[in-house]
């Protein structure tokens, strides 16, 4: 009885729960209370054995590779719910957070003989590609992984990113305003020519699958539009993914990525941010992965948000409920501000990078706390905290990029970085030193009481850091200042 009421005191006292924590206070307290050594070891015995099962701490296998793992890995660590954290591949930053494995995030084989041997119970998604495939089906169809949640939809949520021609079909059926459109496949090739006849530039033609952020085609130019129809259809330009081609109108106006956790019934909404995709100042030049991200954003008052969850969000987890389609995990609303009305113009299953690395740090609550609401599915009992600060993440990358440019550069001057977070992306270790190892290679993301003070440090700490070749634009949030 003694020993039952002295464990809950250990454990009602000490918030934190890291294992050694727990012991010293309990040898502490053993001694004060004058304890003897038999009974301390029971003691301790019981904190091993029930530890885990009181205080729900869990080991996670963290999916993926960039930015955005990054932030989630560095999020992660902080749960007072983590054991043992496990990145696959991760990067150099993510070694901070937790171990690194070299596993493939699309061979389920490998992860699930992984998650046996090391116990994990939480699989949390990073990209894409392993939900489009079916991760969560494949775990979710062994009994013997009965107890591992992922957080991620099922492939038939994953499709709202999978495939756009579904998520034009389910928007529609459930009238969540998005772009009028028609979807071409083989065989109809001179269809979708007629069709874009008919239609004002610019033209906007979208591969049906995943395509590696480049299924989007805008044009102006009417014979580009058709020779790239004919391209994706017939010539298989993007592959299986683009064997069918939304074509839609073009929707003017400014974009806003708006981020939910959802346990298929509640939501809980995260700040909203907006990405810079093109690689030039001004909005110029290719499209790249994403060159930075500002959190949150002017226009998004409170006014247009109520739009966006009453007829957005909202008709979009009821429409996956009545079409039975399990959905555990992040929806990303990529949508345009028409005149101040929020219209889709994309969904993803996942969050996005780089936005992930504004949104992030600015959750003040344990994710694990919540991605634990998701799998019970009482989301609705739990209330999220948020920094009201400012974030501003801004990316270095590699000097050549989007086009071909060298890997394998010294990045000097991380230890000199002052008041910002620098998440990994394209980096890794090498013979001792870190190195860029992608095109995006670092985002520097820090948070102000306004957009311009979480912007000045990012640049102050982006003129720290050196990588040769290195690039970032200098412009974020410029475009916001007007609002
Ligand atoms: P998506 O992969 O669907 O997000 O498209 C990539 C980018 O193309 C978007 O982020 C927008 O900048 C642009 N875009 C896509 N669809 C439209 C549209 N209907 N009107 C205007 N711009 C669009």
């Known amino acids: 009885m003694k020993v039952s009421i002295l464990v809950i005191q250990i454990l009602a006292f000490e918030p934190k729960i890291y294992k050694n924590i727990v012991i010293h206070k309990s040898l502490k307290l053993t001694r004060t209370c004058g304890i003897n050594c038999k009974t301390q070891q029971r003691i301790l015995t019981y904190k091993c054995v029930n530890l885990q099962k009181i205080r729900n701490i869990m080991n996670v296998l963290l999916l993926g590779s960039g930015g955005r793992e990054h932030a989630l890995a560095w999020k992660i660590a902080k749960s007072p719910q983590l054991e043992n954290l496990f990145i696959a591949p991760g990067n150099a930053g993510t070694l901070a957070h937790g171990m690194n494995v070299d596993l493939n995030p699309e061979d389920f084989d490998g992860l699930a003989n992984f998650v046996s041997d090391h116990k994990i119970s ?149 700040p909203e941010a907006k990405d810079y995709k093109r690689i030039g100042e001004g909005d110029t030049g290719k499209n790249t992965g994403g060159m930075g991200s500002i959190s949150p954003v002017p226009f998004a008052n409170k006014a247009f948000m109520q739009k966006v969850e009453e007829r957005i969000i909202k008709p979009t987890i009821e429409g996956l409920q009545k079409e039975e389609i399990h959905y555990q995990g992040f929806i990303f609303f990529g949508l345009m501000n028409v005149d101040g009305n929020p219209w ?15 949104v992030i740090p600015c959750i003040k609550s344990d994710l694990l706390d919540l991605f634990g609401a998701v799998k019970n599915q009482d989301l609705d009992k739990h209330s999220i905290e948020f920094d009201e600060r400012h974030a501003a ?44 190892s992608g095109g995006r290679v670092l985002a520097i993301t820090s948070l102000g009481e306004n957009m311009e003070e979480a912007l000045a440090k990012s640049y102050a700490n982006a003129g720290r850091i050196e990588f040769e070749g290195k690039n970032y634009r200098k412009d974020l949030g410029q475009d916001l200042l007007h609002f």
């Open 393 to 436: 993440a801004i990316f270095l990358v590699s000097g050549g990029y989007p086009d071909a440019y060298e890997k394998g550069k010294i990045i000097t001057g991380l230890d000199s970085v002052e008041g910002s977070l620098v998440f990994h992306a394209g980096t890794k270790v090498f013979d001792a030193k870190i190195v860029s």
């Open 344 to 358: 889709v113009i994309e969904y993803n299953c996942r969050l996005g990078d780089p936005e992930s690395e504004a």
């Open 122 to 270: 939480m699989i949390v998604v990073g990209p894409e590609a392993p939900l489009v495939n079916g991760i969560r089906d494949y775990f979710d169809q062994r009994p013997q992984f009965a107890d591992v949640s992922v957080i991620g939809p099922s492939k038939a949520g994953a499709m709202l990113e999978g495939s756009k021609a579904f998520a034009k079909v389910f928007m529609q059926k459930y009238k969540i305003p998005t772009a009028a459109y028609k979807t071409f496949g083989v065989g109809e090739t001179s269809q979708g020519h007629e069709f874009l006849e008919r239609l004002k530039p610019p033209y906007v033609l979208k591969a049906d699958g995943l395509a590696a952020g480049k299924g989007v085609i805008i044009t102006e130019d009417l014979a580009e539009a058709k020779q790239n129809l004919s391209e994706m259809i017939d010539q298989a330009k993007f592959g299986e993914a683009g064997s069918k081609v939304v074509i839609e109108e073009f929707l003017e106006g400014i974009e806003v990525s708006v981020f939910v956790l959802t346990d298929g019934k509640h939501y809980i909404l995260l």
